[in-house]
Nanobody
Framework: QVQLVESGGGLVQPGGSLRLSCAAS????????MGWYRQAPGNERESVAV???????AYADSVKGRFTISRDNAKNTVYLQMNSLKPEDTAVYYC???????????????WGQGTQVTVSS
């Protein structure tokens, strides 16, 4: 099986920064795309940022210029650097990985357990 473990969430004041990490472990033949999603109370889960294996990235309009996604393929880890945080960034943040567990099997998505980010003064 595959496990994704997030870390780095917490409480931060508006304008502050946080860095989220998500490490994948288990049966990892190959990891294709990785990404970060978030869900605020009463809202649906939304995509925040995604990154391909070769480093191409895409961001939600609401976070462009403030958030940066990166990955370390050697460590099977994806990061989300969040700067200039706003109260509307408050949500549970989840990481996602598109994983091929063993050679010849189709890739499937795995999710982390989520980490709370709260932006408040």
């Amino acid at each position: 099986q595959v496990q994704l473990v997030e870390s780095g969430g917490g409480l931060v004041q508006p304008g502050g920064s946080l860095r989220l990490s998500c490490a994948a472990s288990g049966r990892l033949f190959s990891i294709n795309g990785m990404g970060w999603y978030r869900q605020a109370p009463g809202n649906e889960r939304e995509s925040v940022a995604v990154i391909t294996r070769d480093g191409s990235t895409a961001y939600a309009d609401s976070v462009k210029g403030r958030f940066t996604i990166s990955r370390d393929n050697a460590k099977n880890t994806v990061y989300l650097q969040m700067n200039s945080l706003k109260p509307e960034d408050t949500a549970v943040y989840y990481c996602d990985a598109h994983v091929i567990s063993t050679y010849g099997t189709p890739a499937r998505h795995y999710w982390g357990q989520g980490t709370q980010v709260t932006v408040s003064s």
